[in-house]
């Protein structure tokens, strides 16, 4: 390597970490745009499992298709660093007195397959993560504990990580809470949300990650009196000032709860445009609405879906996913950053 050559590639070297540097000085929080997986703790469903569901598959109705439950994730540590997200998604199942989940009810009709799950970490008392009750139960992640146990030691091993969004699903019904004859086949009604359960959960929240790690609704409201009032006389903050940070989103059950006290909690909830404290919108759904989402996307962080359903995969159908890259939306989230080959070759990566 010639010296001239040497120069300019120390040069170009210089010119470019510069650029990384300003860009982050310059760019605010919702400015960037977001990868995010959908159900991000899930493991595919058992075949068995879904052979039987697929017996009735006319009695529940194309909206409950069971080939909609057929997808699966990495572990969290996998995609992020594999396939560069930085948003999630996790369903919470709220289980003050434990056990409620530690039985399978729909094996009772899979030979083969046990009920019981017999991990001591499933009888006690805290939130428990899976997808629907008693029939697609399958996860990477038994306790919520074991979610935020991972994305510690991930955010510590990256300490100047892209902050990462944590999308909260409060989880309200089971199909137990659907019908008479599941319950008594065994199959357990969901435990609501109150103000205790989600006192609870800030509480095994902060019992894993420290408020210096936790970008929250207080730290975005700053010294106004509201988080609109800061974002329309400060706009959002720089993203230097986010990096590290993890950022929840709470939607679900009862949400009008933690919603009563929006500065005292950790986690932000999605909201209506109108609402003062609203910093998260959901568009869950982008087709046909992108000039909508454009405009919200000036004020706010708006999370949609590239697909759903597994539908788009089997179709290899990019429509949604283009309507949400055109609408501008922040975090686009998805159930294939990893391609499903049975499928197509499907995939959303930007």
Same mark, same amino acid.
């Given at each position: /390597?010639?010296?001239?050559?040497?120069?300019?590639?120390?040069?170009?070297?210089?010119?470019?970490?510069?650029?990384?540097?300003?860009?982050?000085?310059?760019?605010?929080?919702?400015?960037?745009?977001?990868?995010?997986?959908?159900?991000?703790?899930?493991?595919?469903?058992?075949?068995?499992?879904?052979?039987?569901?697929?017996?009735?598959?006319?009695?529940?109705?194309?909206?409950?298709?069971?080939?909609?439950?057929?997808?699966?994730?990495?572990?969290?540590?996998?995609?992020?660093?594999?396939?560069?997200?930085?948003?999630?998604?996790?369903?919470?199942?709220?289980?003050?007195?434990?056990?409620?989940?530690?039985?399978?009810?729909?094996?009772?009709?899979?030979?083969?397959?046990?009920?019981?799950?017999?991990?001591?970490? /499933?009888?006690?008392?805290?939130?428990?993560?899976?997808?629907?009750?008693?029939?697609?139960?399958?996860?990477?992640?038994?306790?919520?504990?074991?979610?935020?146990?991972?994305?510690?030691?991930?955010?510590?091993?990256?300490?100047?990580?892209?902050?990462?969004?944590?999308?909260?699903?409060?989880?309200?019904?089971?199909?137990?809470?659907?019908?008479?004859?599941?319950?008594?086949?065994?199959?357990?009604?969901?435990?609501?949300?109150?103000?205790?359960?989600?006192?609870?959960?800030?509480?095994?929240?902060?019992?894993?990650?420290?408020?210096?790690?936790?970008?929250?609704?207080?730290?975005?409201?700053?010294?106004?009196?509201?988080?609109?009032?800061?974002?329309?006389?400060?706009?959002?903050?720089?993203?230097?000032?986010? /990096?590290?940070?993890?950022?929840?989103?709470?939607?679900?059950?009862?949400?009008?709860?933690?919603?009563?006290?929006?500065?005292?909690?950790?986690?932000?909830?999605?909201?209506?445009?109108?609402?003062?404290?609203?910093?998260?919108?959901?568009?869950?759904?982008?087709?046909?609405?992108?000039?909508?989402?454009?405009?919200?996307?000036?004020?706010?962080?708006?999370?949609?879906?590239?697909?759903?359903?597994?539908?788009?995969?089997?179709?290899?159908?990019?429509?949604?996913?283009?309507?949400?890259?055109?609408?501008?939306?922040?975090?686009?989230?998805?159930?294939?950053?990893?391609?499903?080959?049975?499928?197509?070759?499907?995939?959303?990566?930007?």
């Amino acid at each position: /390597m010639t010296w001239m050559f040497r120069f300019f590639v120390l040069l170009f070297c210089s010119l470019s970490f510069q650029g990384v540097s300003q860009f982050h000085d310059s760019t605010r929080l919702n400015e960037i745009r977001v990868l995010a997986s959908h159900n991000s703790y899930k493991k595919k469903p058992d075949l068995k499992v879904l052979r039987f569901l697929s017996r009735f598959k006319k009695q529940l109705g194309a909206s409950n298709d069971p080939i909609q439950l057929d997808y699966g994730h990495l572990l969290l540590s996998e995609q992020f660093d594999k396939y560069g997200v930085r948003g999630i998604e996790i369903d919470i199942n709220y289980d003050p007195k434990g056990g409620l989940y530690s039985k399978r009810k729909l094996n009772l009709f899979v030979p083969g397959i046990r009920q019981r799950v017999k991990d001591k970490r /499933m009888k006690e008392p805290g939130f428990k993560v899976l997808h629907i009750a008693d029939v697609d139960y399958e996860t990477n992640y038994l306790t919520f504990k074991d979610v935020l146990t991972e994305l510690k030691k991930w955010s510590e091993n990256h300490p100047n990580h892209t902050p990462i969004f944590v999308n909260i699903e409060a989880k309200g019904s089971n199909p137990g809470d659907e019908s008479k004859f599941l319950r008594k086949l065994g199959f357990k009604k969901a435990i609501p949300f109150d103000s205790l359960a989600y006192q609870k959960l800030d509480q095994e929240l902060f019992s894993v990650l420290s408020q210096s790690t936790i970008f929250s609704p207080s730290n975005l409201k700053g010294n106004y009196s509201s988080i609109q009032n800061r974002i329309l006389n400060e706009n959002w903050p720089n993203l230097s000032e986010c /990096m590290g940070k993890i950022i929840f989103i709470l939607e679900g059950n009862n949400e009008q709860i933690y919603r009563q006290n929006p500065y005292w909690h950790p986690m932000f909830v999605y909201g209506n445009s109108t609402e003062e404290h609203t910093a998260f919108v959901l568009r869950n759904d982008p087709i046909g609405r992108e000039n909508e989402i454009r405009e919200l996307t000036k004020k706010f962080i708006v999370r949609t879906r590239s697909d759903a359903g597994t539908i788009e995969s089997r179709n290899n159908d990019y429509t949604r996913f283009n309507s949400a890259w055109q609408s501008g939306a922040q975090i686009i989230s998805t159930d294939y950053y990893m391609p499903d080959l049975r499928f197509s070759n499907f995939q959303i990566k930007f």
